[in-house]
């Protein structure tokens, strides 16, 4: 379906990967409700990992926010497939909770959580795109990715 969420990701250039298949023993997403609790996403793109290193070490701030929005990208396709196909249907950006892989010292974990907030409030808007949210500092992530992502979106 076509609506006014997928013109604004045309219109803003934003283009969603294919999702990949869960790479543990998972599912990419439960639904509860009105609510859709997603799996941690990671800073891929149609199943190819593309950013990896610790944040502060190997990554700058900027490398690692864009880990952050593309962990979101692909939490926006996991909804897409989830409320088939139509974004519309998203009426809160709930929650997020990021994980940053950084080095010890490493203390700007929201900064680059930041990548992935932005991204909701300019695909969905500032009203159901702002969330609650949590960002980590991590020792090491799966894949030694920079960040992961999870979420929880509300819907009709």
Known sequence: MSGQIEARLQ?????????????????????????????????MWNGEVQIT???????SLEEGQRAARLCGLNLIAQVKQA????LDRVTRVVNLKGFVN????????PKVVNG?????????GEEVGQH?????????????IAVEVE????FT
Not at 53 to 59: E, R
Not at 102 to 109: G, K, L, M, S
Not at 132 to 144: K, W, Y
Not at 151 to 154: H, M, P, S, T, Y
């Open 53 to 59: 290193g610790k944040v502060g070490q190997d990554l």
């Open 116 to 124: 992935v907030s932005h991204l909701m409030s300019e695909v969905f």
């Open 83 to 86: 409320l088939g196909g139509d």
């Open 102 to 109: 950084c080095a010890v010292d490493y203390t700007q974990q």
């Open 11 to 43: 219109e803003k250039g934003i283009e969603l990967p294919t999702v990949g298949a869960p790479q543990g023993a998972y599912v990419p997403y439960t639904i509860a409700g009105n609510l859709i609790f997603l799996a941690g996403q990671l800073p």
């Open 132 to 144: 609650s949210r949590s960002a980590v500092g991590a020792g090491s992530l799966p894949l030694n």
């Open 151 to 154: 979420g929880i979106v509300a």
